[in-house]
Nanobody, 122 residues
C-alpha cells in the first residue's frame, strides 16, 4: 500500500521547463517501481517514462526522449519527472504510478496519484 501526491504542474511557454514531483507515503517507496503517464480528454493514458525500484533501469517514451528525465530519491520517498524543451503537444494531465513491476503498461501499476495539469502555450 502506497499513497502518491503529485505537484509541480502549471502553465509554461513552449520551450520552457517544469519538474513534477510525486511524494509517496505508506510502505517503503523503494519496494515499488514507478512510472509517469499522461492523458488528454478523449485519449487513453499514454506512457511517458518508468524507473525500477533501485533506479538502475529507466525507459522513456520515444516522444519525450532527450527532453524528459525520470528519476527517484528513495531516501526522500519521492519520484520526479524533469521536463525540458516543452511543446504544446505535451499539454496533458500527468500521473505518477507505483507498482511491483518495471513496465510501460498502465495496467501493471497498482497505485496512482491524482494527476497534475501541465499546459504548454504557444
Amino acid at each position: 500500500q502506497v499513497q502518491l501526491v503529485e505537484s509541480g504542474g502549471g502553465l509554461v511557454q513552449a520551450g520552457g521547463s517544469l519538474r513534477l514531483s510525486c511524494a509517496a507515503s505508506g510502505r517503503t517507496f523503494s519496494a515499488y517501481a514507478m512510472g509517469w503517464f499522461r492523458q488528454t480528454p478523449g485519449k487513453e493514458r499514454e506512457f511517458v517514462a518508468s524507473i525500477s525500484r533501485s533506479g538502475g533501469n529507466i525507459v522513456h517514451a520515444d516522444s519525450v526522449k532527450g527532453r524528459f528525465t525520470i528519476s527517484r530519491d528513495n531516501a526522500k520517498d519521492t519520484g520526479y519527472l524533469q521536463m525540458n524543451s516543452l511543446k504544446p503537444e505535451d499539454t496533458a494531465v500527468y500521473y505518477c504510478a507505483a507498482g511491483p513491476y518495471f513496465s510501460s503498461q498502465a495496467d501493471r501499476y497498482n497505485y496512482w496519484g491524482q494527476g497534475t495539469q501541465v499546459t504548454v502555450s504557444s
